[in-house]
């Protein structure tokens, strides 16, 4: 029989950080450093990243947090995806000469 997963209860700074992402609006981004910030740990960008990386709400638009160099970053579903998703809300991508792909 197989075991079940129980579901961890969220912590203060992960509801933090989805209810900031959460008001990002269509066509805007912005940095997970920022998001750190305004989840009051300015300096846990890396951990907004993991909260992100475990989205699996799509009311929680993870795909508007880009690095603070202007590169995409990664997502759950994919640089591309997220490129894709990006574009089509109207932000402006450029490709460098290494693959990255910079807002």
């Known amino acids: 029989?197989?075991?079940?997963?129980?579901?961890?209860?969220?912590?203060?700074?992960?509801?933090?950080?989805?209810?900031i992402v959460k008001k990002i609006p269509r066509g805007k981004f912005l940095t997970y450093k920022k998001v750190a910030q305004l989840a009051g740990l300015p300096r846990a960008w890396r951990a907004v990243g993991n909260v992100l990386n475990k989205n699996r709400d799509p009311k929680i638009p993870c795909h508007r947090v880009i690095k603070a160099n202007g590169n995409i970053g990664g997502y759950r579903r994919g640089t591309k995806k997220k490129t894709a998703l990006l574009k089509k809300e109207g932000i402006k991508i450029k490709k460098r000469v290494n693959g990255a792909f910079f807002c």
């Open 1 to 19: 029989m197989p075991k079940k997963f129980l579901k961890k209860p969220m912590t203060s700074f992960q509801k933090r950080v989805y209810e």
